[in-house]
């Protein structure tokens, strides 16, 4: 979860303004990177640490923005397992 410090700030309207030391897309998105791909089973391991990142967090703090970010991280994570077995089982 965004903290005050990377959450950028808000003027009086309510809007938020970019942090100015945010990442860009194409260095932290997995699927744009130009490293070399990951395994499934390198993959199926990370999925599981989010998961238990997940799991670690208290039910205070599961607000709507707890959920917002899950369904993206686990939107990325499956977009991860389909393209290593895509690549790993072609013909299937």
Do not use: K
Request: aromatic letters at 6%.
């Amino acid at each position: 979860m965004a903290t005050s410090s990377d959450a950028g700030s808000r003027d009086g309207l309510g809007s938020a303004t970019p942090p100015s030391s945010a990442p860009d897309r194409e260095a932290t998105d997995p699927r744009i990177c130009d490293e070399e791909p990951t395994s499934l089973a390198d993959i199926l391991s990370e999925i599981r640490d989010l998961m238990d990142n997940f799991d670690g967090v208290p039910w205070p703090q599961m607000d709507l923005f707890f959920y917002m970010h899950g369904y993206d991280e686990l939107r990325l994570a499956l977009d991860r397992i389909l393209d290593a077995i895509s690549r790993e089982h072609p013909d299937d």
